[in-house]
């Protein structure tokens, strides 16, 4: 299938949602026999992700660590760990409640076919939103990719199963909290996944249909597309989502780009710009309220081993370009998000905040006239690399951009022009013969200075030829001087 190529504009608006956690990222601090997940290991990760401005973690507390004797229930104090050095840095918590107890099933995977069992987790449910809300821990997902048949609703994923569990299960929950977010389905995508799995969209699709809509406060899913572009087909998806779901409020919690060495070989910058164009993606769309990377840190170190490098961190922990690409984008929009968006003819728009906008396309190159209401813009890369500054033309500046988003933020003044320059500085014309003035100019850094045509007003001093915009024409011998003037400065 042939795809068009299109901009995306994303302009912010001023409105704070400090409080609201768009920005997360799985962690699997609830796995805590693994080696790397240890103490020391999660308070470096959770260091490296209030650098970053990450605003939720999603993690699990597992049901069967938490009863392991039929009838008590007591929280792994690495669970309680983790969760309290999280929210000591203002990062709220995304807990995961799963999966079985082979105490009540034939293994931690099975699905949860009976009322007895629907009741021992709802139990198990109670005893950590009981011991959790209290400090602050207001989100609650019930299950992981229950439509997976293979690992996690063994044998036989069923939506109408699910839905009596999640009947039973918020009822337990709001008996102990009422203001906590109880959230549905959490989706694998399964696209083209036959029996035992439920394809995302159908499994979310047979859950309203059972009346799963009364039993949750907000509804999830997953999508990868690591193959694809990350606007390729997930409006569709989202909006495919919401003809079942209406005007719920959405979390989108996984997506993720592993940088193993084989196919789909997706390189660290390209890593770096597809992380940031989903999170801006989904940004445009206020329905989803977060967006959860998977996951903050490789989880191995086979190279070839797709599941080993889908991190924003290395396995060491260095951080990859994707981690200073989101902590830049982060930077930038955590206090402000566009209201509206719209598209005319493939170029997507959001309700304009005069002082930032973002511009990248789907593909390719293209250029750009964009509306920027100031005389000086700094244009900025991906992880914050200063690209150009601008000097516009009538408050607009005319862009090459590319498949990496760059920043365009308005200035109020730019660095001196220290090198203004023509292509060549000495001229030797013949008369009628005519010279354009094409002309470059950077800063002291050496930094470009894009300055548009109509900012600059032209002077010739001399009488040997006439200046008429920027195309002189020789008339007769003699020496003469053309001055740029750029708002005032000659």
Sequence with gaps: MKIKPYIIILMLIGNLWANSPFYSVQTHFGQFRRSDMDSLSVEEQLDLCTEAGIQMIRDECLWSDVETDSGIYVIPPEIDHYVNSALSRGIDIYMILNYNNSIYAPSNGSGITTQANRNAYARYC??????????????????????????????????????????????????????????????????????????????????????????????????????????????????????????????????????????????????????????????????????????????????????????LLGFDKTPKLAYTALKELISKTAYSRPETSSSVNDIYFADIHDSLKIVWTYSGTKSLKLQVNANYVRLEGLLGDTLAYCITENDTIKLTINESPQYCITQTEIPIVDKFSFNDHDFLLYPNETLKCIYSAKTETGTPIIISPSAITWEFIGQTGELKNDIFTAFSPGVGMIIANILGIK
């Design 126 to 311: 109670q005893a950590v939103v009981g011991h959790f809300s209290p400090l602050g821990v207001k989100h609650y997902e019930i299950w992981n990719e229950p439509n997976h048949g293979v690992l996690f609703w063994t044998p036989q994923a069923n939506a109408n199963d699910y839905t009596d569990l999640l009947h039973t299960a918020y009822d337990s929950i709001k008996a102990i909290d009422s203001n906590v977010t109880v959230i549905g389905c959490a989706t694998s995508p399964a696209i083209g996944n036959p029996s035992p799995y439920i394809e995302g969209l159908d499994f979310i699709r047979d859950v309203y249909a059972a009346g799963g809509a009364l039993y949750m406060d907000a509804v999830s899913f997953h999508l990868y597309q690591i193959a694809y572009r990350p606007e390729h087909e997930f409006i569709s998806y989202v909006n495919n989502v919401k003809l079942f779901v209406g005007d719920k409020p959405i979390y989108f919690s996984e997506f993720g780009y592993p940088t193993h060495t084989t196919w789909p070989n997706i390189s660290l910058a390209k890593q770096a710009q597809y992380v940031t164009r989903m999170y801006l993606t989904c940004f445009m769309d206020p329905q989803i309220k977060s967006v959860m990377y998977y996951d903050l840190k490789n989880d191995g170190t086979v190279p070839e081993e797709p599941e080993h490098n889908f991190g």
